[in-house]
């Protein structure tokens, strides 16, 4: 007969599998924009079987999983995130067979595979709004976002597109209008429809008995709009920032209260957490919400049978994240969310990279990458972001992104943060294509490519492995609770703890040198490998311009 576990060994294996579990908590994702990544076929796209060959290179940086930008059947209006069917994969990107080869791939290597669901919306050319505009009494006309024009013939109301103009566009079929918060071939799905929910739901079921182990949730709380069509109030131009949309874009002159981030959205996210639970896969939410990002982030992450984590823009903005802004964010985050977990990330595909938007150097770059692995929450990369690439200057006439060529020159679009990855300084088109590349690769770009700083130490591709590694080593650094924090003129620290290790992380986040010392206690200066700076016998830290100082208590 065997032996019956004692209490406590039912207690580690339960908290073992819990870890196994919320992997999430503390992860690296590394996101990959398909279209730029690596091309298999030569012509100028990159593809699911270029993702394939270079998950090697992902992996090699330490990172917990790769999450995959939209690779579904589209017209690509909006390069993918105009979604014609959502469970095949567009021929530009391969074959479902491809997608197997890249869960099979990553999973081999230890890598999770997150997917970008675009659920919101979906393409004009989809079949269920080829169907809900045909007529207003078909079995899916309720599908859509569909309302009456006023009188006088004009919209409905006053809401506006991200994209630019109103949020409503004419359909002569049915005459009436549709709403679309992005491009007008970008209908928005009526989530007030109970079959529209089954069907978003029947869809994330589709693709998590592929194997996937979780989702990116774009624009998660545009889900539900105000019943009522209630208009927008107008924002005060000293409230007004460009965390959503530019500065040049109107959409930025409204409170978005009815058009989206409505009460309904709760229960859907609910769901969306049961189904991935049972998959024991996680989900993060993009919150695209400019006064309320924070506290949307607490609402959609508070408790456990929400979304797993979530982020906004408030470091994905212009604002560069000098130590009282972030000291800022932190604060407002821990009011907001206090219970919630965040997702961090300095560059995406949709803003300018973070080198380019906060004019950082070698030194600066490097202190805010390890900050990031210092933070309390999970932290997500770009691709290139690793190779320290700056924003590409894109020419007029080169120019893809919709939303670029609609406010331009004040607001160039998204182009300049989707050039192709360069991975070979010797080959022609930096090794990404034997074609010719979709967007122009920056000649600059090229001195960065992988093969060239894999053979320099001091380059920051390397700097970012020994930053991940760092944070993995630290238990506190990925789970731990963050507390005293605080800003002494340029300088930014705080704490990270659990019950068996307490960290001191401090940031001179400046070009000018700083003094500090160290907390009362026993400290150990670690960290020497990210620049951390020692201390002196009398505790007393002396911080050059961007350098970090890292202490273990014991």
Same mark, same amino acid.
């Given at each position: 007969m065997r032996d019956t576990p004692r209490p406590d060994a039912l207690t580690a294996g339960r908290q073992i599998a819990a870890a196994g579990r919320e992997w999430w908590r503390g992860a690296v994702i590394y996101q990959i924009y398909p279209r730029s990544f690596q091309d298999s076929n030569g012509d100028g796209i990159g593809d699911l079987l270029g993702i394939v060959e270079r998950l090697p290179h992902v992996a090699a940086l330490g990172v917990d999983a790769v999450w995959i930008s939209p690779f579904f059947t589209s017209p690509m209006k909006d390069f993918g995130y105009d979604v014609a069917d959502y469970r095949d994969v567009d021929p530009m990107f391969g074959?479902?067979?491809?997608?197997?080869?890249?869960? =099979?791939?990553?999973?081999?290597?230890?890598?999770?595979?997150?997917?970008?669901?675009?659920?919101?919306?979906?393409?004009?050319?989809? %079949?269920?709004?080829?169907?809900?505009?045909?007529? +207003?009494?078909?079995? %899916?006309a309720n599908w859509y976002v569909w309302a009456d024009a006023k009188p006088d013939g004009t919209?409905? /109301?006053?809401?506006?597109?991200?994209?630019? &103009?109103?949020?409503?566009?004419?359909?002569?079929?049915?005459?009436?209008?549709?709403?679309?918060?992005?491009?007008?071939?970008?209908?928005?799905?009526?989530?007030?429809?109970?079959?529209?929910? *089954?069907?978003?739901?029947?869809? !994330?079921?589709?693709?998590?008995?592929? #194997?996937?182990? &979780?989702?990116?949730?774009?624009?998660? /709380?545009?889900?539900?709009?105000? %019943?009522?069509?209630?208009?927008?109030? !107008?924002?005060?131009?000293?409230?007004?920032?460009?965390?959503? !949309?530019?500065?040049?874009?109107?959409?930025?002159?409204?409170?978005?209260?009815?058009?989206?981030?409505?009460?309904?959205?709760?229960?859907?996210? +609910?769901?969306?957490?049961?189904?991935t639970d049972r998959f024991g896969a996680t989900t993060v939410g993009e919150v695209g919400e400019s006064q309320r990002g924070l506290e949307v982030m607490g609402d959609y992450t508070a408790g456990s049978d929400r979304l797993h984590m979530c982020y906004a823009f408030e470091f994905l903005a212009s604002i560069p994240p000098r130590a009282a802004w972030v000291e800022t964010v932190l604060r407002a985050l821990d009011t907001a969310a206090p219970d919630g977990w965040s997702c961090w990330a300095f560059s995406n595909h949709d803003v300018p990279r973070h080198v380019s938007r906060w004019h950082l150097g070698p030194a600066a770059a490097r202190a805010h990458t390890t900050l990031?692995?210092?933070?309390? &929450?999970?932290?997500?990369?770009?691709? #290139?972001?690793?190779?320290?690439?700056? *924003? =590409?200057?894109?020419?007029?006439?080169?120019?893809?992104?919709?939303y670029g060529i609609r406010f331009w020159p004040e607001y160039k679009g998204r182009d300049g943060c989707r050039t192709p990855m360069v991975w070979r300084a010797g080959q022609a088109n930096a090794g990404f294509s034997t074609g010719v590349p979709w967007l122009p690769i920056p000649p600059g770009h090229v001195h960065h490519a992988v093969d060239t700083q894999e053979h320099a130490p001091e380059a920051i591709l390397h700097h970012y492995r020994r930053a991940i590694a760092f944070r993995h080593a630290h238990a506190a650094l990925k789970r731990?609770?963050?507390?005293?924090?605080?800003?002494?003129?340029?300088?930014?620290?705080?704490?990270?703890?659990? $019950?068996?290790?307490?960290?001191?992380?401090?940031? /001179?986040?400046?070009?000018? $040198?700083?003094?500090?010392?160290?907390? *009362?206690?026993?400290?150990?200066?670690?960290? !020497? *490998?990210?620049?951390?700076?020692?201390a002196g016998p009398d505790g007393l830290v002396h911080l050059g311009p961007w350098q970090p100082c890292l202490a273990v208590r014991g």
């Open positions: 074959t479902l067979a491809d997608f197997d080869a890249v869960i =099979a791939t990553a999973h081999a290597l230890g890598l999770k595979v997150m997917i970008d669901l675009v659920l919101s919306h979906s393409s004009d050319q989809h %079949r269920w709004f080829v169907e809900s505009r045909s007529s +207003r009494d078909n079995p %899916r919209p409905p /109301n006053n809401w506006l597109s991200i994209f630019g &103009g109103s949020a409503w566009a004419w359909d002569t079929t049915r005459c009436q209008y549709f709403l679309h918060n992005f491009l007008d071939s970008q209908p928005d799905l009526n989530f007030h429809e109970p079959a529209v929910q *089954e069907a978003l739901l029947d869809t !994330a079921r589709f693709w998590l008995e592929r #194997g996937v182990d &979780g989702f990116r949730l774009d624009t998660v /709380n545009f889900y539900f709009h105000d %019943r009522h069509l209630r208009d927008n109030p !107008a924002l005060p131009p000293e409230e007004r920032n460009d965390f959503t !949309a530019p500065s040049v874009n109107p959409y930025n002159w409204q409170n978005h209260i009815h058009s989206k981030t409505q009460p309904e959205n709760i229960d859907f996210l +609910r769901r969306i957490r049961a189904l990031m692995m210092c933070l309390r &929450g999970t932290v997500c990369l770009y691709q #290139g972001e690793e190779l320290g690439l700056t *924003e =590409a200057d894109i020419a007029f006439e080169d120019l893809r992104d919709p731990g609770r963050l507390e005293g924090l605080a800003v002494t003129e340029q300088v930014l620290r705080f704490f990270r703890a659990t $019950p068996d290790e307490t960290l001191f992380c401090a940031f /001179n986040l400046s070009e000018e $040198p700083a003094e500090l010392r160290l907390p *009362e206690g026993r400290w150990h200066c670690v960290g !020497a *490998e990210l620049n951390s700076a020692g």
